[in-house]
């Protein structure tokens, strides 16, 4: 921004709070970030030894105020929206959920108001699909809004990540989605298996963005071929006997296992959408770092065209939610002076 | 054995010297247990912080002398034969591999000697699988050899563990085996993972035998139904949602994730041996504790009938050995004294 414009106020202060992770924008009265934080101060450290709610709500509310408070006084209008595990029954206060099929433009209609001494806090609720097959996503939510606020059309949002979600769309109504295990798996795996006592480095050992790495599409090329013969568990162990066998590196045996546990997800994904090429329609995934373009990749590979919406999806989703709310001004155009 | 017989003096000292646990069996001249011990001794302790080949070779021999030491004073003529992963690499000395196909006869004549102070050691070679899927065991050969020493004829012994082994054989001859990494598997998801959190107990905390557990029955069914569908990686995040939902108790997670790891696993392996029904023939399954029964009723819930060899075949497989590579003498009878 040129120094001839005055930096407008801020309109709203956006978290999302998840389990291992706190995420915090700032945002102008157009919803352009302004300044952003992200630190390991996730919901788990504040709820941990104690089972007491108050306790609990208190040492969110010691955190919130830690990590946001110069920006509650430098911007004392600005209200709180917060999406993520903070609104869990484990959390800061329950959120509850929206039912599944659910239209994303309802969550604005659902907020649970959280009263500081800082600020207002609003948390924005989760989204559940009961039935038999059960599932639930928080802070998702926020980043499926985000990701819609683009022109193309999209029906199946992926959101790769610890727990990786896949999400059918029809339009902004959310129609079904479910959950894969993957990433969690990768990190239990090369942290703490006999895969990792192979490899020459952790769960971080994997090349960053899997597009030039030969053994994460080995990984896809052998989930694809004998998953469905072989199974998970013991494709797996191939990374030790092709390593014993001198037919994989040591440093390709990250890249090759997360090969294998994309590949699975991916291919499992597919097929539950439906008969090949049919069901999926716009696929986008939603990601940063080096997960989304393995995802993009196994994807492609399989036939499905890809784009890609980077992680500050949730920065704009809660804004879009804001919006909704009422909490900021639709049209609040930017302070400009000094101009020409 | 009563009073009026004097023991005889042992003919073998038998090792399963694996990973994590040292095995060992005192047997006498007939290959019947006089005395048994098992600690926690395992290879890996013995070569950790240390790549120099003698350095280690030291510490093998020192564990094996503090751990059998007075079974070698008391039975100055009785050798040693170990199988295990004190055969490999990182072991005491690399004992080699026997490619598969191979005759379990071959095992005998192919025994590595370590001359220690103590005694000398015959070492056991592994079986290994070339090829484009290679594999490899170490151990579990002789608990091969030990469960074909019965008069059932077997096509196919599972050995379940951390890295279950499903062997097909033709007579005593090995025609290919593969490994699941399934209990490893399981481990690090009750311990470390976002289902331990949620279950009541670590690993340990699945019921003792798995047949009276609905849990188990209801994550085999799980598997069955929907594992090709949606994949292992979503299938065990529904233990997560199936208590979130109300619908699985937190003391059901462990047998519930057991089912579905246990039944991916064996569903493949049937599915890998051929058509339903027709390759698996006789299947034994060897093990011990809870493991064992775990499989028997997922294979006979599968159709297949299954008789259950116990984890002492490592015992008896060894004395096999021994007998034919002429260690102990093939017709010793015990020595009976004072007998009427």
């Known amino acids: 921004m040129s120094d001839d414009v005055r930096r407008p106020d801020a309109a709203l202060v956006a978290l999302d709070w998840g389990t291992t992770t706190f995420r915090a924008w700032l945002l102008d009265p157009e919803g352009r970030v302004l300044e952003q934080a992200r630190t390991s101060d996730g919901t788990l450290r504040c709820s941990e030894g104690t089972d007491d709610a108050r306790e609990r709500a208190a040492a969110f509310e010691r955190t919130f105020l830690r990590l946001v408070?110069?920006?509650?006084?430098?911007?004392?209008?600005?209200?709180?929206?917060?999406?993520?595990?903070?609104?869990?029954?484990h959390g800061w206060a329950e959120a509850g959920y929206l039912d599944v099929p659910a239209d994303l433009g309802d969550l604005a209609g659902r907020l649970t108001t959280v009263a500081t001494t800082g600020r207002a806090v609003h948390l924005v609720p989760g989204l559940r699909v009961?039935?038999?097959?059960?599932?639930?996503?928080?802070?998702?939510?926020?980043?499926?809004?985000?990701?819609?606020?683009?022109?193309?059309?999209?029906?199946?949002?992926v959101?790769?990540?610890?727990?990786?979600?896949?999400?059918?769309?029809?339009?902004?109504?959310?129609?079904?989605?479910?959950?894969?295990?993957?990433?969690?798996?990768y990190g239990l795996l090369m942290r703490d298996s006999i895969l990792a006592r192979l490899s020459d480095g952790g769960p971080g050992a994997a090349s960053p963005d899997g597009r030039g790495s030969g053994a994460f599409v080995r990984g896809l090329e052998v989930e694809a071929a004998r998953g469905d013969e072989?199974?998970?568990?013991?494709?797996?162990?191939?990374?030790?006997?092709?390593?014993?066998?001198?037919?994989?590196?040591?440093?390709?045996?990250?890249?090759?296992?997360?090969?294998?546990?994309?590949?699975?997800?991916?291919?499992?994904?597919?097929?539950?959408?439906?008969?090949?090429?049919?069901?999926l329609g716009g696929v986008a995934v939603c990601g940063s770092g080096s997960t989304a373009p393995r995802y993009r990749l196994a994807l492609e590979r399989a036939g499905v065209p890809v784009r890609t919406v980077d992680e500050d999806a949730a920065a704009r989703g809660l804004w879009r939610v804001a919006l909704d709310a009422g909490l900021v001004a639709r049209t609040a155009p930017p302070i400009l002076e000094d101009q020409p």
Not at 236 to 262: C, H, K, N, Q, W
């Open 159 to 185: 959101l790769p990540g610890t727990h990786s979600k896949w999400v059918r769309l029809d339009g902004r109504r959310v129609t079904g989605f479910s959950t894969a295990m993957t990433g969690e798996l």
């Open 69 to 89: 408070g110069p920006w509650l006084r430098q911007h004392p209008a600005a209200p709180v929206l917060c999406a993520g595990m903070a609104g869990s029954n």
């Open 130 to 157: 009961t039935g038999p097959d059960p599932d639930v996503m928080r802070g998702e939510e926020v980043q499926l809004v985000g990701a819609l606020d683009a022109p193309e059309p999209v029906t199946t949002v």
């Open 230 to 279: 072989r199974g998970l568990p013991a494709l797996l162990f191939t990374a030790r006997t092709l390593v014993m066998a001198g037919d994989l590196r040591p440093d390709e045996v990250a890249d090759y296992v997360s090969g294998l546990l994309v590949g699975a997800e991916v291919r499992h994904a597919l097929r539950s959408a439906g008969p090949p090429g049919e069901a």
